[in-house]
């Protein structure tokens, strides 16, 4: 058979295939071969084996004028565009999802290995693996809503899991930051009562159950911050384990703290707890010369009121001025 057929792609579902091996399209678009078998029972084109190939030249399904189906015996495509049993997708291109999609990419049911796996094989340079609105264009959300919302629970191990978990390294001398937090406020009056950029809670349920603590630094705490040094390494700059900075550049009409703690329920032992199980610590306080300005500092050597102590620490407490004196 070697014959000029007009026809559409989409009427081939309308009669009985047989075993062919040459059919020139030249309408609609040009398909060298189509091999296939089925069955047809008047109103549906059953047990069909289909292979089409084509030679240099596009191949394109339809017409834009029906709808078109995959329904085989392991994954699918409905009228409307839903895939289901895909068991893999390789792409050259981006994947969009524009619209509004209902709810996204949903990763649902039981996994054996990593639902999300970004494996970059170089640098991605000023380019980000995930990467949500810009700055001036934030993505908004809603009171109580959120960019990220995770719940996560433990299994059973010996050792405590962290939920989220973030490495930095660094080879060079670009400074490494492994999470920053920046929260800013544009709204006018009367604007929010509350701005934060880091909330963290350590909370012991109605009926849970702290063990006890084998050593002094175990136990139930918000917020762990520790610098630490392999004995081989050099450290020429400044070392601590927490920074806190005061950068208020307005009037405040309520209290400024650099350190603010508050307690509710029981009474703590104490404001401070210092514990070491090695080398101890060389001053409770350590200060250079520019908290030695006068009055009105929090560690002073002015002389009023005058007294015999080289130095003092000020104290504010119910309404009054108190001092705590050093001595040389």
């Given at each position: ?26 309408t609609y678009s040009i398909i060298h071969n189509i091999t ?135 080879d060079s001398t670009s400074g490494p930051i492994s999470a ?13 009562t509350v701005v934060s950029a880091v909330d963290a809670f ?127």
């Amino acid at each position: 058979m070697n014959k000029k057929i007009k026809v559409l792609l989409s009427t081939i579902a309308g009669i009985l295939l047989v075993p062919l091996m040459v059919w020139g399209v030249t309408t609609y678009s040009i398909i060298h071969n189509i091999t296939g078998i089925g069955t047809y029972d008047g109103a549906t084109l059953s047990h069909q084996v289909i292979d089409i190939s084509t030679s240099n030249s596009d191949l394109t399904l339809g017409d834009d004028g029906e709808t078109v189906t995959i329904n085989s015996s392991d994954w699918d495509i409905s009228a409307i565009g839903d895939m289901t049993g895909i068991g893999r997708i390789t792409m050259d291109g981006a994947l969009t999802l524009s619209g509004t999609p209902g709810n996204g990419i949903n990763a649902i049911g039981t996994f054996t290995d990593h639902v999300i796996d970004i494996q970059p094989a170089a640098s991605l340079g000023d380019y980000k693996a995930v990467y949500i609105g810009t700055w001036g264009t934030e993505a908004g959300f809603n009171d109580g809503g959120g960019l990220f919302r995770i719940y996560g629970k433990v299994g059973e191990g010996g050792t405590a899991s962290a939920n989220i978990f973030v490495r930095t390294l660094t080879d060079s001398t670009s400074g490494p930051i492994s999470a920053q937090f920046y929260t800013d406020v544009d709204s006018g009056t009367p604007g929010p009562t509350v701005v934060s950029a880091v909330d963290a809670f350590a909370v012991l349920n109605a009926g849970g159950y702290l063990a006890t603590s084998v050593s002094a630094v175990d136990g139930m705490h918000a917020v762990w911050a520790k610098v630490t040094a392999d004995s081989t390494s050099v450290a020429s700059g400044n070392v601590y384990a927490l920074w806190v900075d005061s950068q208020i550049h307005c009037a405040v009409a309520g209290t400024e703290y650099g350190i603010f703690a508050t307690t509710g329920g029981s009474k703590p032992d104490g404001l401070i707890g210092l514990n070491t199980t090695s080398s101890g610590y060389s001053q409770f306080i350590y200060a250079d010369t520019t908290f030695d300005s006068g009055a009105g500092t929090c560690i002073t050597t002015d002389t009023v009121p005058a007294n015999a102590q080289d130095a003092r620490i000020l104290v504010w407490y119910d309404g009054k001025q108190y001092y705590i004196p050093l001595w040389r």
